[in-house]
């Protein structure tokens, strides 16, 4: 079985105890175990903060960028051991696999493209400036700089490569040292990417850490200009932003935690039609890829009570397409959910909205997966509830079920209500509307925007280049607000606001 290492203070070091174990999600065969005991998370922090932001200082943003850009082909040449690795250690298909890996690659390559175009610099200009006084003798002008800090990373359990890397691509072409703190469940995958970084030796020391395990008192630690960026549990999301020391130093929290994802189809939106078909897609594989654990998953359909029949027999039809088992078995297109705890959670939630809607897909309990043994494994079939209430019980805009779920819910085809039914959900990262009559989706958009970090706007017209709205692109912001968390990671330059300060230069114009 094999043991995780935590990568600290520039050396590899091994737990003295404390261990927890690892399961292969389709057959729960223990597989390692991981730990943080033993690690001196204040020499730790201090290395990081002496040692690894003064080397990144020193770089340009050209330069950063290219150590991520040695990063994202270091991580690419071992693609195939990380995609069997990720199989195995989190339950993804290897299509799956590729979603977390490929976009980890992806997004350290973006980001390292970026800093190539700011050039030769150690921060950033922000726009041309303003004339202060009566010439340009007196000009005001804002630059970002570095945070004279660590970036604690906290991230969760179902994209372990992805979400180590487009954290950690924003704040070191920022210039601040990385402590990355995966879920302890698929932690492998990370320790993996990091051995493979190590051993290249592309980073400066102490520009990146590794915390295999508990976190220990690593938050009580932490300083003004250290940041902290979390992806999980709105539960835990809260227990780290009430943290006393956090609250006390005014350290930067930046939060993305659940989503009641949405889709709204337009009332123009006919059966057959190119955009009807691209939603019918685009649907399904928002509810099967990962097996619905993505923070981006559609949980929320929107249909015009003219359409809920058609719409609710075409998607369980694709839905049934779906062959759910261990992904070692190349006939599997859906694997297990991660975690014994997360299939205990879906169900319990499946079971809670079937309350409110019916089960008009699916089973909503744990079933055997081809190729696993019988009674082994984490599987859920993909599953379809269907609500007859207009807009829904309260309890479908409530209750997110981490798993391959969502719930068709009637409306009567107007956009103000399309966006009051975004809004139920309380803030989500994604929305999506299915519509080629650009009066309603601009109305939706309007009303429905205060309640979503991103809209998805699926029409004929871009139906040949949609990757469908899970998809959060470096390019574009990813976050959102209300029980979304609040906060915002990736959206090109944007990404770096979190891990700079923001100067005013206030002089002669040169």
Known sequence: MKTLRNFAG??????TGGFATLYNPATEEAIARASSEGVDFAAALDFARTRGQSALGELTLAERGKLLQAMSKAIFDRRDELLDLSMTATGATRKDAKFDIDGATGTLAYYAALGESLGNTRY??????VQLGRTAKFWGQHARVPLAGVAVHINAFNFPA??????AAAALLAGMPVVLKPATSTA???????EILVAAAILPEGALTLVCGKIGDLIDRLEAHDVVAFTGSADTALAVRSNGRLLAANVRVNVEADSLNAAVVGPDCEPG????NLFLKDA????????GQKCTALRRVFVPRSRLAEATDELAVRLAAAKVGNPADQSVTVGPLATAEQLKAATAGIKLLRGAARL??????RTDGIGAPVGKGYYVAPCLLRADE???AAVLHEREVFGPVATLIPYDGDARKGAELIARGGGSLVSSIYSDDEEFVGAVVARGGAHTGRFYLGSEKMAEQAPGSGVALPQCLHGGPGRAGGGTELGGLRALDLYTQCVALQGSRP
């Open 284 to 291: 399904e594989r928002e509810i099967t890829q990962k097996s």
């Open 390 to 392: 207009d807009g829904g």
């Open 162 to 167: 992805w979400g180590f890397a487009e954290k």
């Open 360 to 365: 008009v897909h699916g089973t909503g309990e």
């Open 273 to 276: 039609s190119e955009t009807w």
């Open 188 to 194: 492998w995958v990370a320790e993996r990417c990091v």
């Open 10 to 15: 520039g050396r590899w070091q091994d737990a």
């Open 124 to 129: 950033i200009v922000e726009g041309e400036g």
